[in-house]
């Protein structure tokens, strides 16, 4: 099986790479720029299309969120128009996509977890655009798995367990939103419930749709960051405490969904497949961060 993978340097990406190493028969390209780039549809066309892949796997984007409120063209031209045109040139090479999208396309106003057929309400730019592309995707490939996925983190890259591991280097206090809730997810997660889905395409057992692939369990930032503190202590590294602050205390250009919960049931009773409580997998990840400094 030969799977395609837009955005190289992405964590889901690079953790895709790490897992697929482990799989006899699986063939992994990953594509990027300056070859591939989701402004330029004939670089994504030729890619694509050169590639031969049996699935897609889109997760590049455009993730600058608080930019995107200034930068609305590009914003969309990447995640709404760009990953469109990332499905119909998988559709044109006879390829399934299995498309990236975001908790960011619900407004977090109602209480409990999320289901995929709830109402959406984007409230900024990058969740509008996202929810274009699902759209496009949708539209564009017929053989389409969209996956909506929250609070990623692993070692590659920028993400909220990085940053709260180098503040702790800094600070004995750190201020943390308390009022914002979610799913913390693993991209090693991520990148095993893809390669999930992306056996059972090639078994011709797919179901399509839209999904919600996201780590078990719930919590606030503020929580979030009080269990990278606990682990890294735990492992001789660097910690503070916490103090929970308001979304009002931190305002931000792009607005976020208070409530972010998924529920991953869906997924669960499609491919029999969902990540573990999302506390057993921040643990390797901090060690890793640790060891490598």
Known sequence: MRILVTGKEGQVARSLEQHA????????????????????????REAIGAAKPDIVVSSAAYTAVEQAEAEPELAFGANAIGAGLVAEAAAGAG???????????????????????DPTGPLSIYGLSKLDGEHKVAAANPRHVILRTAWVYSPFGRNFVKTMLGLARERDTVRVVGDQWGNPTSAGDIAKGILRIAARVS???????????????????????????????????????????????????AARPRNSRLSCAKLFDAYRWQPGPWQESLGPVVARLLIEG
Do not use: C
């Not at 390829?95 to 057929?117: C, N, P, Y």
């Not at 890294?232 to 929970?244: I, K, M, N, T």
């Open 95 to 117: 390829a399934a996509i299995i498309h990236l999208s975001t908790d960011f396309v619900f407004s977090g106003t109602q209480s409990g977890d999320h289901i995929e057929t």
């Open 21 to 44: 190493e482990t799989i006899e028969g699986m063939e992994l390209i990953r594509v990027g720029r300056p070859d591939f780039d989701l402004l330029n549809p004939e670089s994504v």
């Open 203 to 253: 078994e011709q057992r797919p179901k399509y749709g839209v999904f919600h692939l996201a780590g078990q369990g719930h919590t606030s930032w503020a929580g979030f960051a009080r269990e990278i503190f606990a682990e890294s202590e735990r492992l001789g590294g660097p910690f503070a405490a916490v103090q929970e602050i308001t979304t009002a205390e931190f305002p931000t250009k």
